[in-house]
């Protein structure tokens, strides 16, 4: 059973350019959430996806948007690159009902790097 | 905003002997704690969780510890070992379903051999 997965690794990317991140969830869950990891820090929420459409955000601006396709897996776009976006991000699953909706499990990373 | 947070960023440990980490919640409607571990260059990876009807909860090598009345949170690990360096963050959220975490800092747990 797969857990979470996302592409790619690491990314390098120069100031005003776009970046696209993809993830695909944990076997049996059906909820993405994105979260922000800036260095020496805990993750930051970003925005959460179910039933293809954005649920819930963060407090964080436009130029960070997503999408989940049927299959539940999800991509997060940011335009407009600023050097403040070098961070890791995370994406989470968690499962479609039940109990324990709230359990988020995490995938590896991506490694952004804005020069 | 209200927010999680650690009392101690780092926690240097014998190996064998039990590890202690605190965290402090600050939302009184929180209802959900989860304890994550990060290795290096990894996701967080999940551990134990609690939700706010329980005290104490459990796992293997691992317990967690909630006392609402100080909104404080712990995170016990005995005999620890060296894989269990890492960095542990404490996450909370309220309500039923899908939902947002919030994360605190983190507390790096260092074992001394």
């Known amino acids: 059973d797969a857990g979470v997965t996302q592409s790619p690794t690491h990314l390098i990317k120069t100031r005003g350019q776009q970046v696209t991140l993809r993830c695909s969830p944990k076997?049996?869950?059906?909820?993405v959430s994105w979260y922000q990891q800036a260095l020496g820090q805990g993750p930051q929420f970003i925005f959460q996806y179910y039933e293809e459409e954005e649920r819930q955000r963060g407090n964080f601006p436009d130029r960070f948007s997503g999408h989940q396709f049927p299959n539940y897996s999800s991509e997060l776009n940011v335009n407009a690159l600023l050097l403040g976006d070098s961070a890791l991000y995370l994406c989470?699953?968690?499962?479609?009902?039940?109990?324990?909706?709230?359990?988020?499990?995490f995938g590896p990373g991506t490694r952004l790097l804005v020069l | 905003g209200e927010s999680v947070g650690l009392h101690l960023p780092t926690l240097s440990v014998q190996e064998g002997d039990n590890s202690i980490i605190n965290c402090a919640y600050s939302?009184?409607?929180?209802?959900?704690f989860i304890w994550y571990k990060q290795e290096s260059g990894k996701g967080p990876q999940f551990i134990i969780d609690i939700r706010s009807n329980m005290d104490k909860r459990q796992g293997q090598r691992v317990t967690v510890l909630l006392n609402k009345t100080v909104k404080h949170l712990s995170l016990q690990i005995a005999a620890t070992q060296p894989g269990d360096s890492a960095v542990y963050f404490c996450a909370e959220n309220y309500g039923t379903g899908r939902r947002a975490l919030t994360f605190g800092s983190g507390t790096r747990l260092q074992v001394q051999p």
């Open positions: 939302n009184s409607a929180s209802d959900y």
């Open positions: 989470a699953s968690s499962s479609k009902g039940g109990d324990r909706q709230e359990t988020q499990y």
């Open positions: 076997s049996g869950h059906d909820t």
